[in-house]
Nanobody, 125 residues
Framework: QVQLVESGGGLVQAGGSLRLSCAAS????????MGWFRQVPGKEREFVAA????????SYADSVKGRFTISRDNAKNTVYLQMNGLKPEDTAVYYC??????????????????WGQGTQVTVSS
């Protein structure tokens, strides 16, 4: 059974940083492009960042470009989202997702095959 488990969320002041992690049980992990999405109540799930299977290609939503960095460690079956310069509008539940044999370009939830349960990020002003 495929499992994606996010961790690292929490409460932080505006301007602060958090690093989210997503541990994946998918095998081999290197066969999956990975993505991060976020969602607030009453809104659709929103693309944040994606990374190719090898980690050689990344893409970001315009709203986080220059502040967030996605990375992966295929030896540890883990993908990360380093979030710097956090803003109150970054407050959301953050989800990681896996795209089997994907190219790391997926920006829509339908592009992904597996999802984690999410971790809450709250940024206070």
């Amino acid at each position: 059974q495929v499992q994606l488990v996010e961790s690292g969320g929490g409460l932080v002041q505006a301007g602060g940083s958090l690093r989210l992690s997503c541990a994946a049980s998918v095998r081999p992990f290197s066969n999956y492009a990975m993505g991060w999405f976020r969602q607030v109540p009453g809104k659709e799930r929103e693309f944040v960042a994606a990374i190719a299977r090898s980690g050689g290609r990344t893409s970001y939503a315009d709203s986080v470009k220059g502040r967030f960095t996605i990375s992966r460690d295929n030896a540890k079956n883990t993908v990360y989202l380093q979030m710097n310069g956090l803003k109150p509008e970054d407050t959301a539940v953050y989800y990681c997702a896996a795209d089997h044999l994907g190219l790391g370009r997926g920006r829509a939830p339908r592009d992904y095959d597996y999802w984690g349960q999410g971790t809450q990020v709250t940024v206070s002003s």
